[in-house]
């Protein structure tokens, strides 16, 4: 018997999605960008109260030195939802040793000062100062924050006008904020996501790229100067010409023996160079030694013995705390550290 015909072929074509769908679709949310920001200041200007009342929502009255914490808490910024780290860092001074981890994929900085301490307003900027020092460039995504603004006006030490008169000096964003009445404290954090973006529009490395490639002339920057030449014409002159890099090695007993590096002059010659860096005492976190963040409070001391080629042996120099460590251990084991001791000398004296 014959076979019925089986009906034409036809391309599956999907429904047209209705008009509600297309508005659901049309509308969805664009993706979280991830961004990294670390909080910096002196000690006790509030840097982990502003933190806490910012992801929490509550202020933390009593104070104990802080180490280091990291929160996270997602920020809206011109319709875009920004995934931010916050890393709470422990108080700097002037003789601070920032940590290398400080600086490795962070996109911009939030320095905080107590507007009842004029030596944390100071502070600001000697540890911008250290932050570009660090990075080796000459600006970076940075707002600055004066904490405490609920202080009575006889307790202030800082002034609004010195704050607004600070920002415009350095180029960053500013505003004052208390994070005890939660008072502009999400407006601090959301000028710092606005300070990045100004970065990144404005040239820095985006999202994405895991590198950048940059002209040699580019990486000297404004350390180029005019000098003249034979009959009078100027050239430029490039200062790192007439300087070495040496290699930092530590003792082998550390797990990482690739300390760092450091700049020398090679104007004096090699042999001079050499003497100069015998006897330099560098000081390195022992974290970065042994792979163990939880040692980022031991700092340990190298000194330079022996220069061999474009390599600087050292040799341990010495143990010490960061004095964040020493502050919370006194404030901890304060109850338990009295003791007394009685020495008796040669001349027979006494000495309690």
Request: aromatic share 8%; with cysteine; hydrophobic share 35%.
């Given at each position: ?6 009906p034409p072929f036809t391309q599956y074509t ?48 009593s104070y104990y030195p802080t180490i280091e ?284």
């Amino acid at each position: 018997l014959p076979l019925p015909e089986s009906p034409p072929f036809t391309q599956y074509t999907p429904p047209r999605p209705s008009r509600l769908d297309r508005k659901s679709s049309d509308t969805m949310p664009p993706q979280q960008k991830q961004r990294k920001m670390a909080i910096v200041g002196s000690r006790s200007v509030g840097k982990s109260s502003l933190t806490v009342q910012f992801v929490d929502g509550h202020f933390v009255d009593s104070y104990y030195p802080t180490i280091e914490n990291t929160f996270s808490k997602v920020i809206k910024h011109k319709n875009q939802d920004f995934a931010v780290e916050i890393i709470d860092t422990a108080g700097q001074d002037e003789y601070t040793i920032l940590n290398s981890k400080h600086f490795i994929g962070i996109h911009g900085y939030m320095i905080v000062y107590s507007v009842g301490s004029k030596q944390s307003f100071e502070m600001v900027r000697i540890i911008r100062d250290k932050i570009l020092n660090h990075m080796g460039a000459e600006s970076v995504p940075l707002i600055i924050v004066g904490n405490k603004s609920d202080l009575r006006p006889e307790q202030r030490q800082v002034k609004p006008e010195d704050g607004r008169k600070l920002a415009e000096e350095l180029n960053c964003g500013w505003t004052e904020a208390s994070a005890r009445f939660n008072e502009n404290v999400g407006k601090a954090f959301e000028g710092m996501v606005a300070e990045i973006e100004k970065g990144q529009e404005a040239g820095q490395p985006k999202e994405g790229k895991n590198c950048i490639v940059i002209d040699a002339n580019m990486a000297v920057g404004k350390n180029k100067r005019l000098s003249k030449g034979k009959k009078g014409l100027k050239k430029r002159t490039d200062p790192f010409a007439k300087k070495d890099w040496y290699n930092l090695k530590a003792p082998s007993t550390f797990a990482i023996r690739d300390v760092g590096k450091t700049l020398v002059n090679r104007t004096t010659g090699l042999k001079n160079a050499n003497d100069a860096l015998k006897g330099r005492i560098f000081e390195v976190s022992l974290a970065d030694l042994q792979k163990d963040e939880d040692h980022s409070f031991r700092k340990v001391r190298l000194r330079v013995d022996e220069v061999q080629g474009k390599n600087c042996l050292t040799n341990f120099h010495g143990l010490d705390f960061t004095s964040d460590k020493l502050r919370s251990l006194v404030r901890k084991w304060q109850s338990l550290i009295e003791a007394n001791v009685v020495v008796k000398t040669t001349d027979d004296y006494l000495l309690r």
